[in-house]
């Protein structure tokens, strides 16, 4: 089983669709969960941490059940910029040493 | 730019030569990590260090891998012997003890083997 596995996509959605994201993560000792975004040929960008309350940052909405092991980003009202993969991250030591990515979901949004 | 810096940012090399890259993470990290990714694939790690120490590797990193960063500011990663399956992009990233633990990642530097 793969350490955090994601549905790879793509995903093809009009500008002001929404679109859900899901991933699970094996190791229950995961400690930190985060979303990335990787644009084609370019580094991976912190989007956002994941808490356990869940956590929105304007139209992206994270939830995490770690009872399940599941991680979600919601994105509302979708824009053309918004098209990028979309990585499921996790590590396992609070203090922060390897982060374990998933394959990544592609998210295509189309005018 | 105060962002984590790779270079070079594209290595063409032919098999069985050796290539060096070089990353110098933001200034106020103390932490620095090197990644490797494959077409399709998420980022894979490689090896951590804290400040000059290298804490960390994966079994990943084979015998003709070594990273070091001597004086706990910049690092290198040198790949000896390259071979074909070495091409990929290798990524850089840093974070600080007291910022949490998310990291920051270079532009990565793309090797091609050939």
């Known amino acids: 089983r793969k350490e955090v596995e994601q549905d790879p996509g793509p995903f093809n959605v009009p500008e002001g669709a929404t679109v859900a994201f899901n991933c699970t993560y094996s190791?229950?000792?995961?400690?930190?969960f985060f979303w990335y975004r990787q644009d084609c040929r370019k580094e991976p960008k912190l989007l956002m941490s994941?808490?356990?309350s869940g956590n929105e940052d304007g139209r992206f909405t994270a939830q995490l059940n770690r009872a399940s092991q599941y991680i979600s980003l919601l994105i509302r009202d979708s824009k053309l910029s918004d098209s990028a993969t979309y990585l499921c991250v996790v590590n396992i030591n609070q203090a922060g040493t390897a982060l374990i990515f998933g394959k990544g979901t592609t998210l295509s949004v189309s005018s | 730019d105060t962002g984590v810096s790779q270079d070079p940012r594209h290595k063409i090399t032919k098999r069985g030569q050796n290539v060096t890259f070089r990353c110098d993470p933001i200034s106020e990290h103390n932490r620095l990590y090197w990644y490797r990714q494959t077409l399709g694939q998420g980022p894979e790690f490689l090896t951590y260090f804290q400040n000059e120490a290298q804490l960390e590797k994966s079994r990943l990193l084979s015998d003709r891998f070594s990273a070091e960063r001597p004086k706990g500011s910049f690092s290198t990663l040198e790949i000896q012997r390259t071979e074909q399956g070495d091409s990929a992009m290798y990524l850089c990233?840093?974070?600080?003890?007291?910022?949490?633990?998310?990291?920051?990642f270079g532009p990565g530097t793309r090797l091609t083997v050939l």
């Open positions: 190791n229950s000792a995961s400690q930190s």
């Open positions: 994941v808490y356990s």
């Open positions: 990233a840093s974070s600080s003890t007291l910022a949490g633990p998310a990291q920051f």
